[in-house]
Every structure is written in C-alpha cells, then in structure tokens.
C-alpha cells in the first residue's frame, strides 16, 4: 500500500483521518483497512486525542466503498491468495471498532458515501453531510449484499425502508438521509472547515462529550431542503414488506404508476440470488446485537468468494469488463433454491467472533 493512501494527523486535540485516494473516489483497500486498525485503537487510548474526524480527499466523495477489483484480481491470478478471507475480516473489525469507539466519531461527508464508506460513517457517533452528499448500498449490483453493519443499520430504519434501499441501491441525497436517521446533521461544503477547526478548538472533554459535538455541529447546521421520502413511504411499505423477493416483484408488478416500474425493472436486472441473501440477511438481523451481525455478515462474505458466486460476476460485468451484461447463476428468481441461501449462513473455519 502507498503510504499516501491514508493519512493520519492529530491537529488542535482532534485525530484527522484522510481516506486519500481521490481518484478512486477514496475506495478502500485492505491496506488502508490494517491502517486504520492500528492507528484508532491508540487514539482511543490517547488523552491528547479528544475526538476523531474522518473525511475524504478531493471534492468529489467520502468513500465509494470497498475495492471490489483487488479480490477480483486475486480470485483470477491467485487463487490460493487470503485478500478474499482478510479484506472482509479486518474490514468488519474496523467497523465494530468504530461502533463501540470510547470518543467522538465525527465523519465530514462533502461527497459519495456508499459501501463500504457507510460502514465507516453510519456506525460512529456522528455523521455530517454537505449538500454534495450522496448514499447508496449499492452492492445488490455487484451481485453482493449491503454488508458493513447493513444488516443492522439497515434493519432499524423506519418501515421497509431500509429493504428498499439494500434492494434497489436506491440513492439518496442529504434531505432525504437526515429525514431516515442515516446522518445526524446537514452541513455546507463551505461550512465543514470551520466546523472541523470549531471541534478543534471545543472543549470535549467529560462523559457528555457526544452531547457537546452536537452542540458545535448544531451551530454550523443548515436547512437540508425538503425530503422526497416521505411521499414514497406507503408505496415502499405496501411493496417491499413482503417475505420473499418473488412477492416483491408481484406487489410492484400490481402498483400502478411510474415509480412502481422504476423499481421493477431495477429488481429484475440484479442477481436472483444476491437479492435472496439480503433479504434472508435483514431478516435475520433485525433483532440481533451489532456483533452477531458481523458474524452473520462475515460468513455470507465468504460464501460470496467463491470463484463461481454472483459476487464475481457482478464486478466483472461492472467493473472489469464494463459490458454491464452480468449473466447471473441461476438467472431467475424462481431458480434461487432454498439451499442455496442457507448455504451463505453455515459457520466457517476462522468465523469473526467479538469478546
């Protein structure tokens, strides 16, 4: 990994966290993951650290995601290779770290957070997003399943909004993730190095200091504009409340209107089978702790590693070839075998545990 990849900085009592690869829209390695995983847990402990901030460089996103085209590459030039088993692993634990941090976690997001950038934003204290901003778990097009805590995150948001988006990777701009809860405070791009230089000279200090975050935050927060999502709940509730993917398509098939025909024709070109094990994921979180989510997530993770999973044909149609013609297996709905889902639940050989 180039060092220049992340970048690490303590400045005015603050640890400052830059995702640094502007070009790749500051996707994620594994070595970016590892160096995070060192640096936090000092900070953590650190008494000169009062808060961490997490941004990303250049203007364009916080963090697209994971770089999917790494494990692709391995699964074609090195089979025996361990990036497919350690991104995930260690990528999880980052993100656990994050949600159970003894500090602020303030994540400034002035651009593209999808992915694996939610995992690191949505689980920590705080998440602020400039008018820029824009979310998606957009894995279901790939062929995976919003991973990263999504099947947590995801599961607690109001009606079946959260299946709706894990489904359709629909996207969703400032207004609309504040109105769901998926970030804490609308900020101008303008605005967020007075708001970081603000935290930097603040008084965090305490066991109110989350409350105290919200305090200087509150000070640099604008009207978001007005939210669409609203509007589209009942329509969301009465077609993506359904037990299997299969009804799903039948309620959008009888919703009249446009916006029900949006959402069908963007089903029906996703993998069958990833669309299957996100919603057995979401089921089976729900109610689960975010540490047994991980576990639950991990093991579906590396059923999707193998060379034969959807997983991998998503990315090369997307992002290798770019032909955008996946031929998903099996490529229907009807085809997707109860035994095929159950399979991305059965424990594996180093499965991610949490004390």
Same mark, same amino acid.
């Given at each position: 990994?180039?060092?220049?990849?992340i970048?690490?900085e303590? /400045?005015d009592?603050?640890?400052?966290?830059?995702l640094n690869?502007?070009?790749?829209?500051n996707a994620?390695?594994h070595?970016?993951i590892?160096?995070?995983? /060192?640096v936090i847990?000092q900070w953590?402990?650190?008494?000169?650290v009062?808060?961490?901030?997490l941004r990303?460089a250049g +203007?364009r996103?916080?963090?697209a995601?994971? +770089?999917v085209?790494g494990?692709?590459?391995?699964?074609k030039?090195?089979?025996?290779?361990?990036?497919?088993?350690?991104?995930?692993?260690?990528e999880?634990?980052?993100?656990?770290?994050i949600?159970?941090?003894a500090?602020?976690w303030? @994540?400034l997001?002035?651009g593209?957070?999808?992915?694996?950038?939610?995992? !690191?934003s %949505?689980?920590?204290?705080?998440s602020v997003?400039?008018e820029?901003?824009?979310f998606?778990?957009?894995?279901t097009?790939i062929g995976l399943f919003?991973?990263?805590?999504g099947?947590?995150? !995801?599961?607690?948001?109001?009606?079946?909004?959260g299946t709706?988006?894990?489904?359709?990777?629909?996207?969703?701009? &400032?207004?609309?993730?504040?109105?769901?809860g998926i970030?804490?405070?609308?900020?101008p791009? %303008?605005k967020?190095g007075?708001?970081?230089?603000a935290?930097g000279?603040? +008084? !965090?200090?305490?066991p109110?200091?989350?409350?105290?975050?919200?305090?200087?935050?509150?000070?640099?927060?604008a009207? &978001?504009g007005m939210?669409t999502l609203?509007?589209?709940m009942?329509?969301?509730d009465?077609c993506?409340?359904a037990d299997?993917v299969?009804?799903?398509v039948?309620k959008?098939k009888k919703?009249?209107?446009?916006?029900?025909?949006k959402?069908?024709?963007?089903?029906?070109?996703?993998s069958?089978?990833s669309? &299957?094990?996100?919603?057995?994921? !979401?089921?089976?979180?729900?109610?689960?702790?975010?540490?047994?989510?991980m576990t639950?997530e991990y093991r579906? @993770?590396? %059923?999707?590693?193998?060379p034969?999973?959807d *997983? *991998?044909?998503?990315v090369r &149609?997307?992002?290798i070839?770019k032909?955008? /013609?996946?031929?998903?297996?099996?490529p229907t709905i009807e085809?997707?075998?109860?035994?095929m889902v159950?399979a991305?639940f /059965?424990?594996?050989?180093?499965?991610?545990?949490?004390?």
């Amino acid at each position: 990994m180039s060092e220049s990849e992340i970048l690490f900085e303590i /400045k005015d009592g603050l640890g400052v966290i830059t995702l640094n690869r502007p070009k790749a829209l500051n996707a994620l390695t594994h070595g970016m993951i590892l160096e995070m995983e /060192k640096v936090i847990p000092q900070w953590e402990k650190d008494p000169a650290v009062k808060a961490v901030i997490l941004r990303g460089a250049g +203007d364009r996103a916080f963090c697209a995601g994971g +770089d999917v085209t790494g494990l692709y590459r391995e699964m074609k030039d090195n089979p025996a290779g361990t990036l497919r088993r350690d991104f995930f692993y260690d990528e999880y634990i980052v993100n656990r770290r994050i949600y159970r941090y003894a500090k602020p976690w303030i @994540s400034l997001i002035d651009g593209i957070d999808m992915g694996g950038g939610v995992g !690191l934003s %949505a689980h920590g204290s705080h998440s602020v997003a400039s008018e820029k901003f824009l979310f998606a778990m957009p894995e279901t097009t790939i062929g995976l399943f919003p991973d990263v805590g999504g099947g947590y995150f !995801l599961t607690r948001l109001q009606g079946a909004l959260g299946t709706f988006l894990a489904l359709t990777s629909h996207r969703l701009k &400032a207004a609309d993730a504040l109105w769901a809860g998926i970030v804490d405070a609308h900020v101008p791009s %303008a605005k967020i190095g007075e708001l970081q230089a603000a935290l930097g000279a603040a +008084d !965090l200090s305490g066991p109110d200091a989350n409350r105290k975050v919200d305090a200087v935050i509150a000070r640099f927060s604008a009207d &978001a504009g007005m939210p669409t999502l609203p509007a589209l709940m009942p329509d969301i509730d009465r077609c993506f409340s359904a037990d299997s993917v299969a009804e799903i398509v039948a309620k959008l098939k009888k919703q009249p209107g446009e916006w029900a025909q949006k959402q069908l024709a963007a089903l029906l070109k996703l993998s069958p089978l990833s669309m &299957a094990i996100t919603l057995e994921q !979401l089921k089976r979180c729900a109610n689960r702790s975010f540490e047994d989510t991980m576990t639950i997530e991990y093991r579906m @993770s590396q %059923a999707a590693m193998r060379p034969d999973h959807d *997983f *991998f044909e998503g990315v090369r &149609a997307l992002l290798i070839d770019k032909d955008q /013609k996946p031929r998903w297996n099996p490529p229907t709905i009807e085809g997707v075998t109860r035994e095929m889902v159950e399979a991305h639940f /059965k424990p594996v050989a180093n499965d991610l545990f949490f004390d």
